[in-house]
Every structure is written in structure tokens, then in C-alpha cells.
């Protein structure tokens, strides 16, 4: 297992574009989280997968936002209408939880850094 | 409103010398706190963490310190290194932060540069 794998990289799109990106998690891991950082700041929560179902969102996911976890494995975030101020990092992470054990120490991949022109 | 505050977005420290970072917070609620490590182009890695229960954990060159009546930790790095430099992330979890309580909450973290 080689991580949390996310894709693209780098994706620059102009504005009004749709965008979707890809992760990966640790294959043992039944939590997918998304994170996004900013300029300057730490990131920021999203929104976290147990598994297929999406159990939370933050009030920084518009509506312009969407994530899914099909069949509990990788997970895609989707970005309608991109503006200018959805340009950061976008961070996943995964971990493990069960109901005797609980890994707080989540393992990030290497992000995708969204730039809207 | 930051929850979890790292004061000092840089600091700069001699090979060999001892690195203190610092991170406050404000929600009682947190009983989990961590560190992460972050080089440029990469996502955080995880580096230590305590638990509420504990006032000091310790991992090799690595030493957090936790003291909850002043809401305030810290991480030490004895002896540091130049492969340490990167910027180090408080983050926190527990109370109402979400995510079934498992939603970390990040400081804005903190520029460490091991001077050679």
C-alpha cells in the first residue's frame, strides 16, 4: 500500500469550469475526509466518509460542492461553477475506526492545488 | 473563530539546539491534540499526539507537552536537525468539533527553520 493517493496533482481551470478530483485512500481504511488549506491558514474540514455514507459536511461546502464515496473505496470532489476563491489545496485523508479501536493520527495524501483563472 | 491558535508563524533555530512550538486553544471540549509536519508540495504527515489524560508524551527527539489549565501545548525537538524545517500544524479533536468527533481542528502552523 502506498498511501493516500489523490489526483490531480495541479489542475488549473478558468473560472465557471467544473472540476472533479480523486482519492485514494489506505485500503484498510474505513474514514475518507476531505480538508482544504489556504494560503497562510491550516486546513479545513469539509466533509468526512464511514465507509459509502457521507456522515457530515461543513458549512464551507456550498452547494457548488459534492463528494461521493461509491462502494466505500476511493472518493471524488466535485466543484460546479468554479470561482475564484475556491482556489487552494485540497487535502484527503483516511483512517481507521472500529468500534474498539480508533487512529487518530489520519494519514494525508499530497493534495491537489486547484488555481481558478 | 480560530479554536486552535499557533501564535508564531515562524521560527528559526540553530543545528543542535532545542525547538519549542507553540499552539493554544480554546475549546474545553478538545481531548485529542496533535502534530503534524508538512514539507512544501507534500500533505501533513502525523508526528505525535496526547491524549488529555497526560500532560507529556515523548518519541525520540519528539516531546509534546500538554497543560489543559492554561489550554496550552507544546512540542520540543531535541537535538533539532536541518531535515526538520518544515511547517509544523497543531491540530486538535474532540467536543462539538464533528465528524463524530474525530474532525481535527488546525492551527495556521508554524515556519520552522533548523539553521545548519
Known amino acids: 500500500d502506498t498511501g493516500v493517493s489523490q489526483n490531480p496533482r495541479h489542475k488549473i481551470t478558468k473560472r465557471g469550469q467544473n472540476v472533479t478530483f480523486r482519492c485514494d485512500p489506505i485500503s484498510e481504511h474505513n474514514r475518507l475526509y476531505w480538508y482544504r488549506q489556504t494560503l497562510g491558514q491550516g486546513p479545513e474540514f469539509l466533509t468526512y466518509?464511514?465507509?459509502?455514507?457521507?456522515?457530515?459536511k461543513s458549512r464551507l461546502l456550498s452547494d457548488r460542492f459534492s463528494a461521493e464515496r461509491p462502494k466505500g473505496s476511493f472518493s471524488t470532489l466535485e466543484i460546479q461553477r468554479t470561482e475564484q476563491g475556491d482556489s487552494a489545496m485540497y487535502l484527503c485523508?483516511?483512517?481507521?475506526?472500529?468500534?474498539?479501536?480508533?487512529?487518530?493520527?489520519?494519514?494525508f495524501g499530497s493534495g491537489t492545488r486547484l488555481t481558478v483563472v | 473563530d480560530q479554536q486552535v491558535k499557533q501564535n508564531s508563524p515562524s521560527l528559526s533555530v540553530q543545528e543542535g539546539r532545542i525547538s519549542i512550538l507553540n499552539c493554544d486553544y480554546t475549546n474545553s471540549m478538545f481531548d485529542y491534540f496533535l502534530w503534524y509536519k508538512k514539507y512544501p508540495a507534500e500533505g501533513p504527515t502525523f508526528l505525535i499526539s496526547?491524549?488529555?489524560?497526560?500532560d507529556k508524551n515523548e518519541d525520540g527527539r519528539f516531546t509534546v507537552f500538554l497543560n489543559k489549565s492554561a489550554k496550552h501545548l507544546s512540542l520540543h525537538i531535541v537535538p533539532s536537525q536541518p531535515g526538520d524545517s518544515a511547517v509544523y500544524f497543531c491540530a486538535a479533536i474532540g467536543g462539538d468539533s464533528g465528524a463524530g468527533s474525530y474532525q481535527l481542528t488546525f492551527g495556521k502552523g508554524t515556519k520552522l527553520s533548523v539553521i545548519p
Open positions: 485523508a483516511s483512517s481507521l475506526v472500529t468500534g474498539g479501536y480508533q487512529d487518530y493520527g489520519y494519514t
Open positions: 496526547i491524549s488529555s489524560i497526560k
Open positions: 466518509f464511514q465507509n459509502e455514507a457521507q456522515l457530515e
